[in-house]
């Protein structure tokens, strides 16, 4: 997504910027069947290690108020990566592609607005997102930022470097979950079923902002700075016994 980001920053392409565009941009590179493949593997995957940390409590959560919101958090991230295993594979199979997506995604959205109770569902899941992508801000800007990491075998050059990272990485990640929460917010509120939602709507509007290409610029190396960082933490990863 950062990199799409920013080759519309350049010019360089009007692609849409979401998660579903980036699988299908990684399956039109060289071997990008195995990479999709790849990629399934690892969300269907991903999905499970959620619900494991939902329920078994892995990473020692406990069950006062602050652990069972900690816990709630994955399994709402087990969902959220749950729901693109299904368009991976129609890439796969040739089935998929960003428009499709993009148009289900605003149909489900239309589908649910048009019933009584459908703007109080929208605006409470906006809410959610703005909820989580507030929290992930404040996140990166602590000074507590990741304490996981402090029990790893980490050099301090190591941390030097996946700190910053990190902090900058899931602000920006949260600024986007915010925008998101915030589209949808909106959308509830005007009773608007038509109106367009989503990351790839959300930073489309942004960019329309003053100084808006500067503001997807800083996203884009945002969202990169998270991948690498998320790519490290597979290296220094390990559970607290």
Known sequence: MGVL???VVFGKSDAPIDQ??????????????ILLWVILIGLVSYSLWGVIRAVMDPLHKGHDLKGLFARGG?????????Y????????????????????QTQH??????????????????????????????????KNSFDKQFQTYAMTAQEV???TPLGRFGVAIRGFVF??????????AYQANPNQAVGI????????????GVWLLGIIAVGLMAFGVYSMLSVVWFRLKR
């Open 160 to 162: 030097k470097v996946a």
């Open 5 to 7: 980001a920013l080759n």
């Open 178 to 187: 915010a925008l998101v929460g915030g589209s949808l917010v909106m959308a």
């Open 108 to 141: 489900s959205v239309a589908s649910i607005m048009s019933k009584p109770w459908g703007p109080w569902v929208i605006g409470l899941v906006g809410l959610a997102f703005l909820a989580i992508g507030l929290y992930q801000i404040y996140q990166g800007f």
């Open 200 to 211: 790839d709507a959300s930073l489309t509007a942004l960019m329309r902002q003053p100084y």
């Open 84 to 103: 693109f295993i299904l368009p991976t594979y129609g890439y796969i199979t040739g089935s998929g592609g960003s428009a499709q997506n993009e148009a």
């Open 20 to 33: 579903q565009s980036a699988i299908g941009a990684i399956g039109r590179q060289p071997a990008g069947l």
């Open 74 to 82: 994955f399994l709402v991230s087990a969902a959220g990566y749950a």
